[in-house]
């Protein structure tokens, strides 16, 4: 069965670590999105970070295989203090990025803040926020044992809210109280 390529797309999200590496697959049709599944990949039983690396290219191409997303959504690596754990970070996505052209998948890149600003309305908001404005609009309930299953759910939906956001509506807000105030009806309480 073709997928109708204008109307549906299924995006894989990921957020990359070298301890746990958190995933997300949504399928979007139209303007709405649908939770597939989410998930994390623990590697914090190997030692050796060449293994680890080698781990998520293996276990991003399972991914990529088993559910056939028409792109990779991925959180780039944030600036902290650490050089050593940034460097790590950063081979953890390239490794993902590979995986993902491997399978001839366009990628997408964005930042955490970015994530978050379009998630919850708020760039700064924490991880159980994020988790939890997912969890109202994909309709699910269980809390995941790691929160970097829903990070990874995260960059999924953010990119998608990227597409619908550009092509759905004509109007765009400065802000969540802009948006509040034009869409009181949407506001649940």
């Given at each position: 069965m073709?997928?109708?390529?204008s109307?549906?797309?299924?995006?894989?999200g990921i957020?990359p670590?070298?301890?746990?590496?958190?995933?997300?697959?949504v399928k979007?049709?139209?303007?709405?999105?649908?939770l597939?599944?989410?998930?994390?990949?623990?590697?914090d039983?190997?030692?050796?970070?060449?293994l680890?690396?080698?781990?998520?290219?293996?276990?991003?191409?399972?991914?990529?295989?088993?559910y056939?997303?028409?792109?990779?959504?991925?959180?780039a690596?944030?600036y902290?203090?650490n050089?050593?754990?940034?460097?790590?970070?950063?081979?953890?996505?390239?490794?993902?990025?590979?995986a993902?052209l491997?399978?001839n998948?366009?990628?997408?890149?964005?930042?955490?803040?970015?994530?978050?600003?379009?998630?919850t309305g708020?760039?700064?908001?924490?991880?159980?926020?994020?988790?939890?404005?997912l969890?109202?609009?994909?309709k699910?309930?269980?809390?995941p044992?790691f929160?970097?299953?829903?990070?990874?759910?995260?960059v999924?939906?953010?990119?998608?809210?990227?597409?619908i956001?550009?092509?759905?509506?004509?109007k765009?807000?400065?802000?969540?109280?802009?948006?509040?105030?034009?869409?009181?009806?949407?506001i649940k309480?």
């Amino acid at each position: 069965m073709l997928k109708e390529k204008s109307n549906e797309r299924i995006i894989l999200g990921i957020d990359p670590g070298t301890s746990v590496m958190g995933y997300g697959i949504v399928k979007e049709v139209k303007s709405s999105v649908e939770l597939i599944c989410l998930g994390i990949v623990k590697m914090d039983h190997l030692d050796d970070h060449a293994l680890k690396l080698k781990h998520i290219f293996e276990k991003t191409v399972l991914l990529i295989d088993q559910y056939k997303p028409d792109c990779l959504s991925i959180e780039a690596p944030f600036y902290g203090k650490n050089i050593q754990v940034m460097l790590k970070l950063g081979r953890a996505q390239g490794v993902a990025m590979a995986a993902a052209l491997s399978r001839n998948l366009p990628i997408f890149e964005y930042s955490p803040r970015k994530i978050k600003q379009s998630i919850t309305g708020n760039g700064n908001s924490s991880k159980e926020q994020v988790a939890a404005m997912l969890k109202t609009l994909l309709k699910f309930s269980e809390t995941p044992e790691f929160l970097d299953a829903t990070d990874g759910l995260a960059v999924a939906v953010c990119h998608s809210f990227q597409k619908i956001s550009t092509a759905g509506n004509k109007k765009s807000y400065s802000g969540w109280d802009a948006f509040a105030k034009d869409n009181v009806k949407r506001i649940k309480k």
